[in-house]
């Protein structure tokens, strides 16, 4: 049976596609759901969220902060129909990035948690990450030392 373990850094990706983005975990976790979805309803929307922690204007937030945009508009008889945002593809392809294999930044300007303000759980966190990328690396070029 084949080892599957892109989910092992998983928590690494998370913090810091959360970090970058300034996101809530629940807020990931529902753009992630969105992603396969294409175009969709407020019906849909609302579906998922009930699983979630309830939060009234969470669609009419994730517009405002530029997550989902309105693909048609609610007119008689069609009801609106949202998609996701170029930024959010974005950010979730760089998500699946990672768990592919890809490198997490160590630049300050790409990453937050590499700036001089970062918090102790951050810096936890980069550790990680230098370990995480040097470890990726070393597989990629096994004659590397």
Known sequence: M????YLKYFRLARYYVRSKYKLKLGDLEMLLYLYSEGYFSKQ????YKQIMSWEKNKLERFIEEG?????????????????????TKHMINNLYNILDGGLISTHRNYNPMFRKDATFTDKVF??????RNKSIKQQQHPSRK
């Open 44 to 47: 849909v929307f609302h579906e």
């Open 67 to 87: 997550w989902i945009s309105v693909f048609r508009e609610k007119v008689k008889g069609r009801k609106a129909m949202y998609q996701l945002t170029h930024k």
């Open 2 to 5: 084949e080892k599957r373990d």
């Open 126 to 131: 980069r550790s990680a990450i230098k370990r």
